[in-house]
């Protein structure tokens, strides 16, 4: 029934008008926009006139819902470019090509995100969910900072799980997960946990983008109906729709309020919310945040194109 839907009781603190705005004149991307949050978001900022960037993996699913988009809003300005993320010097290639041919980019919705059954690796020799959820969506962002900062009102806004915020500490010592079991729905925590902190770390470093990173509630969705079936079967009644789900990507994405909170924050339903419980063992060190954004910005130029 509708009362177990944790959306509708959050919902009755949201200002509504903070969504009534137009997104005409504004240029958006998302990652996996052709599923599940990612396109309830595309087809949210369409719907409000935003020109959008669709970035799939996919080219026949990603027309299709292109399509679909296109027909339920009215707005053409729906672009697909099939990229894969897990394939990094494909991310490379993609995003400097992006910021060659187009002059404006204001929001960027981190939101494709992979969890992985097995482990498995990419050419490049690294653990595919490790290149999708971490090093694709630092190579991306980085390379379209440029582009985002020269943009109006820009923001960077990237998918975290509140789950993973509890469960994970940061840890640098096993970024490919090659040591011990491979724990899928672990491996993707970390990797949400990594995530948030690339979140602050962006803020601090370009202050003229606001940058966020938020959980959208658990949503009936093929990412969780396929790696969590059990945790799907019985949350069922429970979880949100993608709509649902796509609400505070879009109240980051789109409202003016979103922008009067500081930039680096973790968020559900439209409110900052920590992302350690308090004087939890979750914490990290500085050094430790600074050792991951080391490492990533290392291997991000080891396949860097010339
Ligand atoms: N559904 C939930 O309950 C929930 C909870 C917390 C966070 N999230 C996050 O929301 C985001 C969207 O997921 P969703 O639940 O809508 O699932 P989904 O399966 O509907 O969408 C995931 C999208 O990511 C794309 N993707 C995955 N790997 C990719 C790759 N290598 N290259 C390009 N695209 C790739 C998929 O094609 C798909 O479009 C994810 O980042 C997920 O972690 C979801």
Known sequence: SSCRNPYLAASKHFVEKDLEVSAAGRVFMITGANSGIGKATALAIAKRGGTVHMV??????????????????GNKEVYVHVLDLSETKKVWEFA???????????????NAGAIMNQREVNAEGLEKSFATNVLGVFILTKSLIPLIEKSLDPRVVSHGVLWGMLVQKLRIGNLQSDRGRFDGTMVYAQHKRQQVVLTEQWAKAHPTIHFSVMHPG???????????????????????????????VLWLALSEAATKNPSGRFYQDRRVVPAHLPLAWTHSSPLEEQKLMALLEDMAKTFQPH
């Open 218 to 248: 658990w949503v009936d969705t093929p990412t969780v109906a396929n790696a969590m079936p059990d945790f799907h079967r019985s949350m069922k009644a429970s979880l949100r729709s993608p709509e649902q789900g796509a609400d505070t």
């Open 56 to 73: 799939c993996r996919n080219k026949d699913k990603a027309e299709e819902a292109r399509a679909d988009i296109v027909k339920e809003t």
């Open 96 to 110: 400097e090509g992006f910021k060659k041919k187009y002059k404006t980019l204001n929001v960027l919705v981190n």
